[in-house]
T-cell receptor
């Protein structure tokens, strides 16, 4: 399977600040990565599809100006939560697609906005 | 978009018991994966199974694509099997490239 890392694991920030989360594919080149969000006691929801060298595709209801995605290389995608507010507090998880359809997930980043 | 329903939502069993988790989906799929989310939030891949049957140790899974459901079997449960089990699918005509998750089954294995 594929190995995916995320950094940071935890982040606490003040309301109004921006936070960048990195997702790395450690053992293969990923042209496509995905970003999901999970609120407590809920399921994962797809936020956006990140494509290397092109603009991300956002799911309905996800503000592209608030959640900036950059996929500048085949091993790194970043999600920046701009002007974060308490309602953005969540568990953010990225994934890559390896060997066809199978998706492998990173360990996630917990964001707490005070 | 495609709908995914998992049952039961909660399941409490004694160590050593067997369990069956179900996933129903509303459209044809070209990807169906089962995951176990551990207490730290990490999603652990269990099976990639858009059709057919697979087994891995005490776990096995069956997907009947024509009837739009998948089953995950856990035999001889251990306390370490506790956690949330998610079924996630992708429909070829669904538009989104990512996975649509069910709400999960929260499994508690008591010693």
């Amino acid at each position: 399977g594929a190995v995916v890392s995320q950094h940071p694991s935890w982040v606490i920030c003040k309301s109004g600040t921006s936070v960048k989360i990195e997702c790395r594919s450690l053992d293969f080149q990923a042209t496509t990565m995905f970003w999901y969000r999970q609120f407590p006691k809920q399921s994962l929801m797809l936020m956006a599809t990140s494509n290397e060298g092109s603009k991300a595709t956002y799911e309905q209801g996800v503000e592209k100006d608030k959640f900036l995605i950059n996929h500048a290389s085949l091993t790194l995608s970043t999600l920046t939560v701009t002007s974060a507010h308490p309602e953005d507090s969540s568990f953010y998880i990225c994934s890559t697609r390896f060997a066809g359809e199978t998706q492998y997930f990173g360990p996630g980043t917990r964001l707490l906005v005070l | 978009g495609i709908q995914v329903e998992q049952s039961p939502p909660d399941l409490i069993l004694q160590e050593g018991a067997n369990s069956t988790l179900r996933c129903n989906f509303s459209d044809s799929v070209n990807n169906l994966q089962w995951f176990h989310q551990n207490p730290w939030g990490q999603l652990i891949n269990l099976f990639y199974i858009p059709s057919g049957t697979k087994q891995n140790g005490r776990l096995s899974a069956t997907t009947v694509a024509t009837e739009r459901y998948s089953l995950l079997y856990i035999s001889s449960s251990q306390t370490t099997d506790s956690g949330v089990y998610f079924c996630a699918v992708r429909s070829p005509g669904g538009g989104a490239d990512g996975l649509t998750f069910g709400k999960g089954t929260h499994l508690i294995i008591q010693p």
